[in-house]
């Protein structure tokens, strides 16, 4: 399976992330276990996580973590996976942003609950103006030497935000963020190609963008506001249910019908032509079999030009 480089680093992933915001959550120990052991045994690698999943449950935060550390100590397949995870959000009690005391006391968390000695790629899971660049990329780069951590990532930066930090990065010899970790799919498209796109290409900076299916949207799952009680993450969707979205369901289903495939897989295709790996979350084994098979769903530039028609996003006016 071709695999892919994250930024100037050594460390190459298979295009197809994992998302373990479901773990612990709508994906039980087990579930979980069985979704992870038949991704890495089909020849991916790369596992996303964050210590904040899934505070918004009954499971609390650092749940996701836990079940994956459980996984990791179980299965004993630590050396053939990457572990990303984030941290930076709320996660009560002040514990919250990008400053080097709270990155400190989170990367120690997030170490005991994946029950690992390394993480392969810590994100800022969200930018802190508050935070000076100059202290969080510091802090980095002694986890980097204490070797907690092997490379460092952004998400939900701008443009501006993530080279000024590059910048400070550089200036100081230190780390830098070598993936960005935007939102990002055919329809959730104008935020990152207005500027954001052209940046981490300057900036030779890996894309690996979230919510790749639209919260499940783009798997064709919901048509109408009925279809919306299908899962607990299926209120997420009602806001792609416009005249817009069905035309993208449409060329989805006209492109998948005519290879043979899901609209899902498709959809991940098309992403996996722009990015370096879009991260989707399964929750079951069959549903991860689905996506997979995106990793070898070839499209050609007439399904390509087809899905861009029906997705571009409306025009800015002029003010």
């Known amino acids: 399976m071709e695999h892919r480089k994250l930024g100037r680093s050594d460390i190459a992933i298979a295009p197809l992330m994992l998302g373990g915001n479901v773990f612990g959550w709508t994906a039980d120990e087990?579930?979980?276990f069985a979704v992870l052991d038949a991704f890495v045994d089909a020849g991916f690698n790369a596992i996303d996580t964050a210590d904040v999943y899934a505070r918004w449950s009954p499971a609390g935060g650092g749940a996701s973590e836990t079940v994956i550390g459980a996984w990791l100590k179980r299965s004993g397949k630590r050396d053939k996976v990457v572990i990303a995870t984030k941290f930076g959000m709320e996660m009560g009690e002040g514990k919250k942003g990008l400053s080097a005391k709270w990155m400190v006391e989170a990367v120690e968390d997030s170490l005991r609950r994946l029950q690992t000695d390394v993480i392969d790629l810590y994100q800022s899971h969200a930018d802190d103006p508050q935070t000076p660049q100059d202290e969080t990329m510091e802090a980095y780069s002694r986890l980097v030497a204490a070797g907690k951590v092997r490379i460092i990532g952004a998400s939900n930066f701008d443009a501006a935000?993530?080279?000024s930090a590059n910048a400070t990065a550089a200036a100081h010899g230190w780390p830098r963020y070598e993936t960005l970790q935007p939102l990002y799919n055919l329809y959730d498209r104008a935020a990152f190609e207005d500027g954001l796109a052209a940046a981490c290409r300057e900036e030779q900076v890996s894309v690996i963008p979230y919510y790749?299916?639209?919260?499940?949207?783009?798997?064709?799952?919901?048509?109408s506001e009925?279809?919306?009680?299908?899962?607990?993450?299926?209120?997420?969707?009602?806001k792609y249910l416009d005249e817009r979205g069905l035309r993208i369901l449409g060329a989805l289903d006209e492109v998948a019908a005519g290879l043979s495939a899901t609209p899902a897989q498709v959809a991940l295709a098309w992403l996996m032509t722009k990015v370096t790996a879009p991260i989707a979350s399964a929750t079951s084994v069959d549903q991860l079999q689905d996506?997979?098979?995106?990793?070898s769903l070839k499209l050609d530039a007439s399904a390509v030009s087809a899905l861009e028609a029906a997705s571009a996003p409306a025009p800015v006016p002029a003010e």
């Open 30 to 32: 087990a579930t979980s």
């Open 161 to 163: 935000r993530l080279q």
């Open 212 to 223: 790749g299916l639209a919260s499940g949207f783009l798997t064709g799952k919901y048509r």
């Open 226 to 238: 009925a279809d919306l009680a299908k899962s607990q993450r299926g209120r997420g969707a009602k």
């Open 291 to 295: 996506l997979m098979k995106a990793a």
